[in-house]
């Protein structure tokens, strides 16, 4: 069984910290997205990642893909009560096959004024 | 709005009964993908439809779900004989094709008493 790991499970911070969040496979993925989650809501894709050793910004969020393709990272800088949120890693390819995802189960982020 | 769309929002049944649940995709959307998000958990891939027909299916757990897209647009999962342990959001998501962005419903809350 393909699974991505993701921690940690549960994150509460002040406004203005910094945080990183992890996301590991023992598998090879093609690709790895990034979504955030709002109650409610399906998921929002945030960003894709396919070239290992790639790293992408958004604004304040940094998202980087591991060298072997297997793991990810994402990290806010200075954040926002905004970006409360579930944020998903998801892989496609290889570990998932065709254009089905293999989500991982979530980092809960609170960010408190 | 021109999004996915999943109807009902919220679905309360009891254990036994029959229910379906109905996705209407972006409208152009060829895949067309069905998840399942129980508490705490990351969505769960059950079935994808390239055009009218599912390319995988290897997500749906037994035979008592099935799901179709006859005419290549709006689909409908079907579960049979519900059980308490169905309790879940039901997630629909479209995409241009099978590597493309998915984009997501609101999902369905299913609640089986």
């Known amino acids: 069984t393909q699974l991505l790991e993701q921690s940690p499970q549960f994150l509460s911070i002040q406004e203005g910290e910094n945080l990183t969040v992890y996301c590991n496979s023992s598998?090879?993925?093609?690709?790895l997205q990034w979504y955030r989650q709002e109650p409610g809501e399906g998921p929002v894709l945030l960003v894709t990642v396919v070239t290992g050793g790639e790293v992408k910004k958004l604004k304040r969020l940094t998202f980087q893909f591991g060298d072997a393709r297997k793991d990810s990272s994402l990290h806010i800088t200075a954040a926002q009560p905004g970006d409360t949120g579930l944020y998903l890693c998801?892989?496609?390819?290889?570990?998932?096959?065709?254009?089905?995802?293999?989500f991982g189960k979530g980092t809960k982020l609170s960010v408190k004024p | 709005g021109a999004g996915v769309s999943q109807t009902p929002s919220n679905k309360v049944t009891e254990k036994g009964k029959y229910v379906e649940l109905r996705c209407d995709p972006i409208?152009?959307?060829?895949?067309l993908y069905w998840y399942r998000q129980s508490l705490g958990q990351g969505p769960e891939f059950l079935i994808y439809f390239q055009g009218t027909g599912a390319a995988d299916d290897s997500g749906l757990p037994n035979d008592r779900f099935f799901a179709v897209r006859p005419e290549g647009s709006v689909s409908t999962l079907k579960i049979q004989r519900t059980e308490r342990g169905d309790s879940a959001v039901y997630l629909c998501a479209s995409s241009f094709g099978q590597y493309n962005e998915q984009f997501f419903g609101p999902g369905t809350r299913l609640t089986v008493l």
């Open positions: 998801a892989g496609g390819g290889d570990g998932g096959s065709q254009g089905n995802l293999i």
């Open positions: 598998s090879v993925f093609s690709s």
């Open positions: 409208s152009g959307h060829t895949a």
